[in-house]
């Protein structure tokens, strides 16, 4: 049905251990994630902007700090969604991909996208990858964003380089 429909031109073509590969040419490499929004696609790395909970610092000495908090839930610091925020209109639906793996989302997060009028969808990267090519095929690239955690994304360790 959707075949004579041209795709986005942030569509991603593969999703790797260390990045992202999109139908464009545009590669994202070095264990960095990626947020697609209105057609296009920025390097994203929540984790550099982690915080200690219980301390409520930001990490230091080069450490790679890890996406979950105390309770095992993905929990990012309200800054990595700076670009969100800036965008009028926004996007009705994010679709955030985890990584490897799905854990929930901490409540301090989803209030903070709430609030931002966005409606939330979890997954893995992989499978968060194809929902965002299809909506974004089916609804346009200005309806639905994505923010991707490359497959190779360790916690503590971050993504694969």
């Known amino acids: 049905m959707l075949s004579s429909v041209a795709g986005p031109t942030t ?6 251990p260390d990045g992202f590969r999109f139908e464009n040419g545009l590669r ?15 390097e994203w790395c ?5 915080t200690t909970e219980a301390a409520g610092t930001q ?10 908090n105390a309770l095992g839930q993905w929990q990012c610091d309200e800054r990595a969604w ?18 490897p793996s799905i854990h929930p989302l ?12 966005l409606r939330i969808e979890v997954q893995d990267t992989r499978n968060a990858a ?12 200005s309806v639905v ?8 994304w360790r916690e503590g360790g971050g993504g694969a380089a």
């Open 11 to 16: 569509a991603v073509e593969a999703c790797e």
């Open 106 to 117: 901490a409540p301090s997060t989803r209030r903070h996208l709430n609030a931002l009028g």
């Open 28 to 42: 994202i490499t070095g264990g960095r994630g990626c947020m697609l929004v209105n057609g296009e696609a920025w």
């Open 82 to 99: 700076g670009a969100l925020g800036m965008l009028w209109p926004r996007p009705d639906l994010l679709i955030l991909g985890m990584g």
């Open 130 to 141: 194809a929902q965002f090519n299809l909506l974004a095929t089916e609804r346009g690239a």
């Open 59 to 68: 990490q230091k000495g080069g450490a790679r700090p890890g996406l979950l």
């Open 145 to 152: 964003a994505a923010a991707l955690v490359p497959m190779g």
């Open 46 to 50: 929540p984790w550099l902007l982690a």
